[in-house]
């Protein structure tokens, strides 16, 4: 396993409690939209086992051609080791990534793409939808709905309705409002469901796309191969 020790260059304030942190590209680094990476703090690996108080899995927001790592994330007042050294970090300082890797491309089977994410998980989807504007080829149409009640919502710029790049983004602040949405999505039996959130926003996803019918080989989750069937073969009458 190699491990990549680079440096921020740039710091975004996104929303009040949201950042993102670009990070230098090492030359031999790459990754694929979707990927997520292992990010970790000075001092990880000093003892014999990895301190795991200082990694954290990240998903990449950015693409390889905008030539930096981007890593997003929410730092509340309230938070834990990791997010409040992180916070103290500034343009210059290293940080270590390793073992990346993409469980969710973005699928080109000629299918609508439906993306659904709570908060900063729109970070996930990011490259996806930067990847589908410049090249649409055999897909036919992503829409986004996020949920974030904070109402600071992420990324307005990129996840913005645009009919002529066959590309319709929606933002709700409820649970209410996100699961009606998600039913109505949901009449396309057809389509992907990519799904990014906590593990308790994947299994009501989950619960309600398997009512309406959705098959599971339809619900892309950004879990390990290993442990897509401990979300994915939920009996629906527990
Ligand atoms: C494949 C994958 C990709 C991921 N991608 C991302 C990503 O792109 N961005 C991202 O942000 N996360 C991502 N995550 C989740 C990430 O790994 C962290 O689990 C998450 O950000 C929470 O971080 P934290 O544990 O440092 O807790 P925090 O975010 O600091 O805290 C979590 C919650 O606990 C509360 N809390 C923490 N400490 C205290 C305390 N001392 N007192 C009271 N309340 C407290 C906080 O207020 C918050 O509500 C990903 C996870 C996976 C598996």
């Excluded at 989950?206 to 009996?235: A, H």
Aim: with cysteine.
């Amino acid at each position: 396993m190699k491990i990549y020790w680079t440096k921020i260059n740039k710091i975004i304030e996104e929303t009040p409690e949201v950042k993102t942190y670009l990070l230098d590209c090492p030359e031999d680094f790459t990754w694929e939209e979707g990927a997520h990476t292992h990010f970790a703090l000075e001092g990880f690996n000093a003892g014999d086992k990895p301190n795991r108080s200082l990694i954290r899995h990240m998903s990449i927001s950015t693409l390889p051609h905008e030539r930096s790592i981007g890593i997003t994330t929410r730092i509340r007042e309230q938070c834990s080791e990791f997010k409040s050294i992180l916070r103290t970090l500034e343009v210059g300082n290293e940080v270590a990534i390793f073992k990346t890797h993409s469980n969710v491309p973005l699928k080109r089977e000629g299918k609508n793409v439906y993306l659904l994410s709570s908060g900063v998980g729109l970070a996930t989807f990011r490259p996806l939808v930067l990847d589908y504007f410049e090249r649409a080829d055999n897909v036919n149409h992503i829409h986004s709905l996020n949920i974030d009640s904070s109402r600071d919502f992420l990324f307005t710029n990129i996840f913005a309705s645009a009919p002529d790049k066959k590309f319709t983004s929606q933002f709700v602040d409820n649970r209410h409002d996100y699961y009606e949405e998600v039913k109505k999505l949901a009449a396309d039996k057809e389509g992907f469901f990519y799904v990014v959130g906590s593990d308790e926003f994947l299994v009501q996803n989950i619960e309600v796309l398997r009512e309406q019918g959705m098959k599971p080989e339809q619900i892309m989750l950004d879990k390990r191969e290993q442990q897509l069937p401990n979300f994915l073969s939920l009996d629906l009458s527990v």
